[in-house]
T-cell receptor
Framework: QQPVQSPQAVILREGEDAVINCSSS?????VHWYRQKHGEAPVFLMI?????EQKGHEKISASFNEKKQQSSLYLTASQLSYSGTYFC????????????????FGQGTILTVHP | NAGVTQTPKFRVLKTGQSMTLLCAQD?????MYWYRQDPGMGLRLIHY???????AKGEVPDGYNVSRLKKQNFLLGLESAAPSQTSVYFC????????????FGEGSRLTVL
């Protein structure tokens, strides 16, 4: 089952902040965040792991609430280059403390940054 | 630095025709995936593989088959194409383990008339 993202779209002016949320109905093993520009492939931003380890981007941060099965992506002091569609991808937690490698994505959040 | 390569990049089919999309990765990744992307629907998982010789169904597997005979290749087949399969298809790969990020191919745009 796909995770659910909110909001569906965000419009910002340069320098403003935004938060994108991702929630799942399953216990999560990891959460991925990607950004896609029009006509291009998605590009990796961030991974958050059960237990708190985080790998990712310098200017973009994220949180992972394991109990609520939710993650949020924080974009601060937005730049024009932040425009694009943001996707969260989730792996469900399986017995034995692992996942089966199945990675499913939300429907995306369209972020538009204006000068 | 090829990364993930998809062929072909564009294809037009008639209803009922068959075709195969090829994905090749040169990063020795264990996991490989096929997604389709349609407007407003995000990236939907078709099939995936966690190792050579293994495949598993994703969320929208109907009408597609896959094979992973070699670790570096993941093939997506359409036996009898339908207009509903008009989409952009992305292949992706990653290493085994929780912290492996996905590397995507450039995408293949398929139109079924």
């Amino acid at each position: 089952q796909q995770p659910v993202q909110s909001p569906q779209a965000v419009i910002l002016r340069e320098g403003e902040d935004a938060v994108i949320n991702c929630s799942s109905s399953k216990a999560l093993y990891s959460v991925h965040w990607y950004r896609q520009k029009h006509g291009e492939a998605p590009v990796f931003l961030m991974i958050l792991l059960k237990g708190g380890e985080q790998k990712g981007h310098e200017k973009i941060s994220a949180s992972f609430n394991e109990k609520k099965q939710q993650s949020s992506l924080y974009l601060t002091a937005s730049q024009l280059s932040y425009s694009g569609t943001y996707f969260c991808g989730t792996e469900a937690w399986m017995a034995g403390g692992t996942s089966y490698g199945k990675l499913t994505f939300g429907q995306g959040t369209i972020l538009t940054v204006h000068p | 630095n090829a990364g993930v390569t998809q062929t072909p990049k564009f294809r037009v089919l008639k209803t009922g025709q068959s075709m195969t999309l090829l994905c090749a990765q040169d990063m020795n990744h264990e996991y490989m995936y096929w997604y389709r992307q349609d407007p407003g629907m995000g990236l939907r998982l078709i099939h995936y593989s966690v190792g050579e010789g293994t495949t598993a169904k994703g969320e929208v597997p109907d009408g597609y088959n896959v094979s992973r005979l070699k670790k570096q290749n993941f093939l997506l087949g359409l036996e009898s194409a339908a207009p509903s399969q008009t989409s952009v298809y992305f292949c992706a790969s990653r290493r085994q383990g929780a912290s492996g990020e996905l590397f995507f191919g450039e995408g293949s745009r398929l139109t079924v008339l």
